[in-house]
């Protein structure tokens, strides 16, 4: 892994592929991945530099499936745990294609805190007070980031930096991208990877709102699998079950909407335009949704619909 280094040029020359990204980091990296898997003619071009430079982070890959489960029904949940599952998987496989292993580990674990003998039911993956699962995966994402764009470029899908996108134009079966530097760029559908690019050309994904919660009076407990209470009496996290008749707490909703740190994905085909697909994940750290995206936008683009993207476009 020690002296990897890739120079990553400008776009210097008008180009034509099947689909472009547009972002850097692992995100994109991952999606050209799979694209190019597929045998999708793919590439990549990024304002900036395509690499974050987090050259020693580690991080639990999976941590953002409990956050998602709580505002989704049983079966639901079980089509998310799946795509989850499957999504470990395939990187599993993606690590074993690279040159390094990128301090890949995976320990699966269930914690349990109560006395599973009186337990009617042993189910995974969804949290209660009792049981929990954690795949315990973890890599170091400086070295996977280099090992893809090393991939990519070894298997020649072409990557570009320090090239900013000035205009889209859309059709029917063309999208044309134009940079500062008056470079064309024609593909069949665009992948936008970074929110705020994509805010700005195509208003999304919108911000999300969260009202604010006030304690007025007694406990705060959790119920029916759903979270409200984390760490402060005003910071909602999850969306309440307004059945509180006999729990001795009285609350209310103020008139107020405050913007929320915004975790959530967003993966969708857009609506207006189906050229655009989204593959946004708005925590940084955490990637395994990236690789879903991923996954679920290739087989759209083949003709091939699941029913698992329109439930990630819904997690918002």
């Known amino acids: 892994m020690e002296g990897i280094f890739l120079c990553i040029p400008e776009l210097d020359s008008d180009l034509v592929v099947d689909v472009l990204i547009i972002g850097g980091g692992i995100t994109s990296a991952l999606t050209a991945y799979i694209f190019k898997e597929k045998e999708i003619n793919t590439a ?89 699962y954690n795949s315990g995966t973890s890599v170091n994402l400086g070295k996977l980031e280099k090992q893809l764009y090393r991939y990519l470029s070894k298997n020649k899908v072409p990557v570009f ?54 304690k007025v009076s007694g406990s705060l407990y959790q119920m029916q699998d759903r979270y409200l209470y984390t760490n402060g009496m005003s910071e909602l996290k999850y969306y309440f079950i307004p059945v509180l008749n006999n729990k001795g707490v009285t609350y209310h909703f103020n008139d107020l909407s405050l913007n929320h740190d915004d975790t959530y994905p967003y993966i969708a085909v857009d609506e207006e335009y189906p050229n655009v697909y ?39």
């Open 278 to 316: 989204y593959n946004i994940e708005m925590d940084k750290e955490p990637f395994l949704f990236s690789l879903m995206g991923a996954m679920l936008l290739s087989e759209k683009y083949l003709g091939n619909d699941d029913k698992r993207l329109e439930l990630l476009k819904n997690l918002r």
């Open 44 to 132: 990549i071009i990024n304002s900036e530099p395509v690499f974050n430079n987090n050259a020693e982070i580690y991080d639990d890959i999976d941590t953002g499936l409990n956050k998602t489960l709580t505002n989704l029904n049983s079966y639901q949940k079980i089509d998310l745990f799946s795509l989850f599952l499957e999504s470990l998987y395939k990187f599993t496989d993606i690590i074993n294609h690279l040159d390094d292993n990128c301090d890949f580990v995976r320990k699966p674990n269930i914690y349990c805190d109560g006395n599973l003998d009186n337990l009617s039911k042993f189910t995974l993956p969804f949290s209660s007070n009792l049981l929990s």
């Open 161 to 214: 930096e320090n090239t900013t996108v000035y205009e889209i134009n859309m059709s029917n079966c063309e999208t044309q991208v134009v940079t500062t530097d008056k470079k064309q760029i024609k593909c069949k559908k665009l992948i936008m990877v970074n929110p705020s690019t994509s805010r700005l050309f195509f208003d999304k994904p919108d911000k999300l709102i969260i009202k604010s919660l006030h």
